[in-house]
């Protein structure tokens, strides 16, 4: 230890070496275009929920006109605090409430239309489930969404030069009145309807609220919206490279990349809002695993949407599939046959050891393995110690630096011979490999074409529960 001497003065002296400043190591270039903070904080949850809950859940309709009465809605029990317990042990990390649908019934205390909760029975007119939503979502340490149709049946307005401001109006008081929103998702407009001014509203949005991200689920071009829907997609069908990728030219070609992370949107049931018909009809817990890796494995958010029933609650078979989703999750990443054990790669980003290929098998997401400079390829290999079986591959990038692969392939060894077990585009904040049965003493990460020097931060092997391949 370095002897320090403190005079009063506040000056010092030090024998030995001059201390300089805290070595500050050069970090690999980051590769445009790059995600904000809250787009990365959005996809490093991986999975959100949706939940659809207002008037045509009491009017055991899908979509409503607007003529419905306030009088209908009642939930008797409601619960948002069930809610949340259930969509945390399903490893939800978002919710999504239904604020308001296509119908224009309000769920919040508004001062902008009587069509809300303040002309219904709910906790005599007092009753607020927005409210109780947002409440119980931060107590639960769940981020908030809002979904908000900017289409209304209800409101007289609608289409008119006078329905932007009402719109306006019912936007403030969200974004205002309760706490942080994280994400605000708008609908399309229906077919013929009048055109909207979605750059004015995103950009009044972030007036208010710069931290909220906003979706305008397909309504408008790439560039306004943040955040998009590639809408559903089926595990045997995969979205095709250009969907799977963050990186967005929505003018074409020639247009400036954009970085818009994407989401798959999902039904536990056949519809969006809950019907007692379909109690029996809900989703399989290998149904929505399914779904798991048609959208967190090909990089994108999966969105499932789980609706309250007329009590206010999820329901018993939702609750039910949503703790096997759970375990089923914990499961695939019980054992992951790559920590820790020897990794090696074909370059290292100024030879130093912070980003060498040790770095990828951590289990820490803020570590990674970076390509020398200059390279748009790279091979990262493990050592498993031995002949072991596998069912899984997972890759992931540091996102903050961009989303670099473009080509990649994994490769096993086996009885000293090399096999191509999987291949892939983009890999972006996770890209899963779900494999029937593989074998193998050696793994390798091969990427074959990237945007900038090859990057990541998880290279994971597991031991997961066999399935076929889909």
Not at 21 to 47: G, I, K
Not at 93 to 112: I, N, P, S, V, Y
Not at 188 to 193: D, F, K
Not at 415 to 439: F, V, Y
């Amino acid at each position: 230890m370095l002897p320090v001497i403190i005079g009063t003065s506040g000056c010092y002296e030090k024998t030995g070496p001059v201390l300089g400043p805290p070595f500050d190591p050069p970090q690999p270039e980051a590769v445009a275009p790059l995600p904000s903070a809250a787009q990365v904080a959005w996809q490093r949850q991986e999975m959100a929920a949706f939940l659809h809950f207002g008037m045509n859940t009491f009017t055991n309709k899908e979509q409503g006109d607007g003529s419905e009465s306030p009088t209908l809605f009642n939930p008797t029990t409601l619960d948002a605090r069930q809610w949340m317990t259930v969509l945390r042990n399903g490893g939800f990390r978002e919710a999504l409430l239904t604020a308001k649908h296509h119908d224009g019934f309000c769920l919040w205390q508004t001062e902008c239309t009587p069509y809300s909760v303040a002309a219904s029975p709910f906790q005599d007119g007092k009753g607020d489930v927005v409210r109780q939503f947002v409440d119980a979502a931060h107590e639960g340490n769940v981020r908030v969404a809002l979904a908000v149709s900017p289409l209304d049946r209800h409101d007289s307005r609608y289409g008119t030069p006078a329905y932007q401001g009402f719109f306006e109006c019912q936007l403030r008081e969200l974004l205002s009145n309760y706490g942080t929103i994280d994400e605000l998702w708008l609908w399309g407009l229906a077919q013929g309807s009048p055109s909207f001014d979605w750059v004015a509203i995103r950009d009044f949005v972030h007036g208010l609220s710069p931290q909220t991200l906003v979706e305008f689920a397909n309504a408008a071009p790439l560039p306004v919206s943040e955040l998009r829907s590639i809408g559903l997609s089926s595990p045997s069908t995969p979205p095709p490279p250009s969907d799977q990728s963050s990186v967005q030219s929505p003018g074409g070609n020639a247009a400036t990349p954009v970085y818009i992370p994407a989401e798959a949107v999902y039904a536990v049931r056949p519809g969006w809002f809950w019907h007692a018909s379909n109690d029996d009809q809900v989703k399989t817990v290998d149904q929505l695993v399914d779904y798991y890796f048609d959208s967190v494995g090909r990089n994108s958010l999966l969105r499932l949407n789980v609706p309250p029933d007329t009590r206010g609650l999820l329901p018993d078979p939702d609750v039910t599939v949503l703790n096997q989703l759970g375990r089923a999750i914990d499961a695939l990443y019980r054992t992951n046959l790559a920590n820790g054990q020897m990794a090696t790669a074909d370059s290292v980003f100024q030879d130093l050891a912070l980003y060498a290929a040790a770095s990828a098998v951590d289990g820490k997401l803020d570590t990674f393995w970076a390509a020398g400079v200059g390279q748009t390829t790279g091979r990262l290999e493990v050592d498993l110690g031995g002949l072991r079986s596998f069912g899984l591959i997972s890759i992931q990038e540091p996102i903050a630096l961009g989303e670099r692969a473009t080509e990649h392939h994994v490769e096993a060894r086996a009885n000293g011979i090399w096999t191509t077990i999987a291949t892939g585009t983009a890999i972006g904040e996770r890209k899963l490999h779900r494999l029937g049965a593989a074998t193998g003493d050696r793994v390798a990460l091969v990427i074959t074409g990237s945007r900038g020097a090859p990057a990541i931060s998880e290279f994971g092997i597991y031991e997961a529960p066999a399935a076929a391949a889909p």
